[in-house]
């Protein structure tokens, strides 16, 4: 058993590891090294396994088979040898003082070793004998220093001396400079300048993304303007379209000045003046100079780190980095119709998200396919494509997902890419619910809320997921949440919040939601006509919840005589919550109770 590596050393050396440019565009294998480095400080590494590296460190589902899948092997390999990578590209000073970390072969442990000077590296004087010293020395009796090193290499061919007339000195000369010759080899390997489609393909894209430089004004800020600018750091952060750090960006190219945005955090006066002033924030898109958003947070005396001002800092900070929102929306306006794999595919994604016009679908869709082999481990491409594919239309059919094999393998992989990702987890959510598996569509629901609170999109898809797999205390304050973020909540995230209502026993405020959002639009969608049916029944307006169902009908294409069953098939997609759905409109009235 190797020795526990010095916790400080192994952590300060795994931040510099993590600064590397090899490492900065790989998130897939950052997390692997974070979590090995994790393991092994708890004492784990010697006995983790495939299995747990799966699962644990790279995202995978619960029932990874690692007897047929050599996945998590394979990705460690790469990671050695993006470590070797890494500190073959060291420069002496760069190396000095510094340590190696090590994964040995056939282990999972991290060893920590340290960087010797090429001086350590070289035979001592005595050992670099010239084959005329070492024949001199056989000769004589005498053992040669440069053949006892290698008697492990003479203890392999036992038996079998060297015919006769060979020097052996001269054998063991070859075998040394073969060796060399094949090191050498390996190094210019892993060294060699890669291709332009190569550098494509390891390029992170998250460098495309658009980019927010938070500041105080005035620069040198207060202990209030920098709490507010470390909150708002920490929240912008969860949302994965964006970059963000603190300060001006410098080294900013004209490519990129088009994305990049200015947060400026900034006090007010308090009226009879004290403590506790408002701060405001406003949002600036440098290249213009516009102000594209302003927003006050009243303290009332409060501290800038009171759980209410931290969330009223995140909730105005959601208006301009959630979907749909004044980041997402000012790029759309400048990108307009380009369709250049990369970024300018997400913010076209974005937009189909909130519009669902199936005409954008065919373009949409090659130009994430295009994206996606200059990307592979990107999970933003990877969760948006799962996306298209488990809603793509079927004839005849109102289900808004369809189960497919290649939807839910996008999901896992943006799951993999990256574990902690919301976007990842409600794909992976999305398809679990497709496939009628509802323990891993609640799972990751939940996990995804943990994750981001503040993305009303993602709040709504959850809370729906929740609903429909019957998990109705824990969706409503998803819902609620989501409503209140979002100006105008989509039809299917309203009717969830109306059925969720009905059936925790909340009848009045479920039909007051239900009439006060009634537009015509959502008149003509399947989910929110049975939300309504079922508000008006449960209170007691059977004959105007029936005229609703009679709307469904028609909605579903389907004559006044189809069971309800049969409705309710055309356009749910969990079973389970077509059943409940069921007995809730029998228990009402509002349908006939099957024979």
């Known amino acids: 058993m190797s020795a526990q590596p010095d916790r400080g050393a192994l952590q300060a050396e795994l931040a510099l590891v993590m600064q590397s440019p090899e490492f900065i565009r790989s998130p897939v294998l950052r997390r692997l090294l974070e979590y090995l480095v994790e393991q ?102 005498g053992a040669a220093p440069s053949l006892a090193r290698d008697e492990p290499l003479a203890a392999h061919h036992a038996g079998a001396a060297p015919p006769s007339g060979i020097d052996r000195g001269w054998i063991l000369w070859v075998v040394r400079i073969l060796i060399l010759l094949a090191a050498l080899y390996i190094v210019w390997l892993l060294a060699k300048p890669e291709s332009a489609d190569e550098q494509a393909a390891r390029r992170d894209m998250r460098a495309e993304l658009s980019h927010v430089s938070i500041v105080t004004e005035p620069a040198e800020g207060s202990d209030d303007l920098d709490t507010a600018a470390q909150i708002a750091e920490m929240h912008l952060q969860r949302f994965e379209m964006l970059a963000v750090s603190t300060g001006p960006h410098k080294d900013v190219s004209k490519t990129d000045i088009p994305r990049e945005y200015l947060l400026v955090v900034r006090g007010g006066r308090r009226r009879g003046g004290g403590p506790g002033a408002p701060i405001f924030l406003t949002l600036r898109h440098q290249a213009s100079g516009t102000t594209l958003w302003s927003y006050e947070v009243t303290r009332n005396g409060s501290s800038v780190a009171a759980p209410d001002i931290e969330q009223s800092i995140g909730t105005g900070l959601s208006a301009v980095a959630r979907m749909g929102g004044v980041i997402a929306q000012h790029q759309r306006k400048l990108i307009g119709t380009d369709l250049t794999p990369g970024y300018p595919c997400l913010i076209a994604y974005d937009s189909f998200r909130q519009s669902r016009d199936a005409a954008q679908r065919p373009a949409l869709k090659k130009c994430l396919e295009a994206s996606l082999e200059r990307y592979p481990d990107e999970p933003l491409l990877l969760q948006a494509l799962s996306f298209l594919e488990l809603t793509q239309p079927r004839k ?150 029936q005229e609703s169902w009679r709307a469904l009908q028609k909605a579903v294409g389907v004559p006044a005589s189809t069971p309800a069953a049969d409705v309710l098939a055309r356009f749910t997609i969990s079973p389970f919550f077509s059943r409940r759905m069921l007995a809730e409109a029998e228990a009402t009235g509002l349908v006939a109770q099957a024979g």
């Not at 644990?56 to 047929?68: E, I, V």
């Not at 999305?430 to 990751?444: K, T």
């Not at 479920?510 to 009634?518: F, N």
Request: proline content about 6%.
């Open 40 to 141: 092994t400080l708890a004492g784990n590494g010697e006995r983790l396994k495939a299995y747990q590296i799966a699962v644990d460190g790279l995202g995978r589902d619960d029932s990874f088979d690692p007897q047929s899948d050599s996945y998590p092997r394979v990705q460690v390999g790469r990671l050695r040898k993006m470590l070797e990578l890494h500190y073959a590209g060291l420069s002496a000073q760069d190396a000095a003082g510094r340590h190696r970390i090590v994964i040995p072969v056939g282990r999972y442990n991290v060893e920590l070793v340290s960087m010797a000077g090429p001086e350590a590296a070289a035979p001592p004087a005595d050992t670099a004998a010239s084959p005329a010293a070492g024949s001199a020395a056989s000769a004589s009796g």
């Open 396 to 545: 005849g059919s109102q289900v808004p997902l369809r189960a497919t094999p290649r939807g839910r393998e996008l999901a896992e992989s943006a799951l993999r890419s990256d574990g902690k990702s919301a976007l990842a987890q409600i794909a992976v959510s999305r398809s679990a619910l497709s496939r009628g598996n509802c323990p891993r569509a609640i799972a990751f629901a939940r996990r995804a809320v943990e994750s981001n609170p503040l993305e009303p999109d993602t709040l709504g898809l959850a809370g729906s997921i929740l609903m429909s797999c019957g998990d109705y205390t824990g969706a409503e304050p998803v819902l609620e949440r989501a409503s209140a973020m979002n100006e105008q909540p989509g039809g299917y995230q309203v009717a969830s919040l109306v059925i969720t209502r009905v059936i925790n026993g909340k009848r009045a405020e479920a039909l007051q939601l239900a009439l006060s959002a009634d537009t015509p639009e959502l008149e003509a969608q399947p989910n929110f006509l049975l939300a309504k049916a079922l508000a008006l029944a449960s209170n007691g307006k059977l004959a105007e919840g």
